[in-house]
Nanobody
Framework: QVNLVESGGGLAQTGGSLTLSCAASGSGFKIDTFGWYRQAPGKQREQVAQIGSAGTTTYRDSVKGRFTISRDNARNMVFLQMNNLRPEDTAVYSC???????????????WGQGTQVTVSS
């Protein structure tokens, strides 16, 4: 199995920046895709950004140009650099990993516990 632990959340002012990190641990796994998701109170969870094993990235429209997702394959980590933060970015941010454990090719999914990001106006 894979265990994900996020860090880096906190309080920021409008226009400020925060960087989230997520570290994957376990044994024998190979991560294909990392994703960052967020859920604001009373709202459904939504994908913020995703990065594939080759570095291909996707972002939701509202964060394009402000957020950057990156990964460190050697350390099995994913990062989310968040700039020019807005109050509407306030949410619990969680990382997700889709992985396999060879020799099995069955894709599995793991979630972190989430980290709170609060942006004050």
């Amino acid at each position: 199995q894979v265990n994900l632990v996020e860090s880096g959340g906190g309080l920021a002012q409008t226009g400020g920046s925060l960087t989230l990190s997520c570290a994957a641990s376990g044994s024998g796994f190979k991560i294909d895709t990392f994703g960052w998701y967020r859920q604001a109170p009373g709202k459904q969870r939504e994908q913020v950004a995703q990065i594939g094993s080759a570095g291909t990235t996707t972002y939701r429209d509202s964060v394009k140009g402000r957020f950057t997702i990156s990964r460190d394959n050697a350390r099995n980590m994913v990062f989310l650099q968040m700039n020019n933060l807005r109050p509407e970015d306030t949410a619990v941010y969680s990382c997700n990993a889709r992985f396999i454990i060879p020799p099995s090719t069955r894709q599995q999914s793991a979630w972190g516990q989430g980290t709170q990001v609060t942006v004050s106006s």
